[in-house]
């Protein structure tokens, strides 16, 4: 018996279904597959589909989409958080006017932002006095490149020093060397 046969069978097998148990089979079967946001979403989105008249693959398509989106923006905060920022920054918040140095500017930072230096393999450096927004670029571009799909890894250089140090007394600094080296962006703040 083929593949497609086999799921013809199935779904045959399968109509019939009161509302309830169609309900019932569609909540067992997004936990089994692991498919939060559809088993959130379903009542909204047949109500939707009927409202607007989507057709059986128009409906699939909108649930699959509502998945993957979802996925992307948990796998987007799970590499903000995992990138270890002591704050919530964004690049959105930084007033160019207010907060920094006059000579940032803002075109660099927007530049920067988009990641295409992180890919690069270039690393910018920021320099400057005390009070003028480097930690809240830094921990921004960083949050920008995470939220882009990089890896990111923020530390203070004293602990990034200090960690390796104690990792070689211990004779772990190539195990140490190797976790920094899984990451696309280590950010080192003052």
């Not at 020093?161 to 190797?178: P, Q, Y």
Request: aromatic content about 6%; overall charge neutral.
């Amino acid at each position: 018996m083929t593949t497609t046969t086999s799921i013809t069978t199935t779904l045959r097998r399968r109509r019939g279904l009161t509302e309830e148990a169609e309900n019932a089979a569609i909540d067992q079967a997004c936990r089994r597959l692991r498919l939060p946001t559809i088993r959130a979403v379903i009542d909204e989105a047949t109500t939707a589909a009927q409202k607007e008249q989507l057709t059986y693959q128009g409906f699939l398509a909108e649930l699959l989409l509502a998945e993957c989106d979802d996925r992307d923006r948990r796998s987007s905060v799970r590499r903000v958080k995992a990138a270890g920022f002591p704050k919530d920054k964004w690049l959105g918040d930084f007033d160019f006017d207010a907060d920094a140095d006059p000579n940032i500017n803002p075109a660099t930072i927007n530049t920067l932002a988009t990641g295409d230096w992180v890919r690069r393999g270039q690393r910018p450096c920021l320099i400057g006095d005390s009070g003028t927004g480097k930690s809240h670029l830094l921990i921004g571009l960083g949050t920008a490149a995470a939220e882009k799909g990089f890896r990111v890894k923020y530390t203070l250089a004293t602990r990034l020093v200090n960690e390796l140090v104690e990792a070689a007394d211990e004779k772990n600094l190539a195990r140490t060397i190797a976790r920094y080296g899984r990451v696309d962006l280590l950010m080192s703040d003052e």
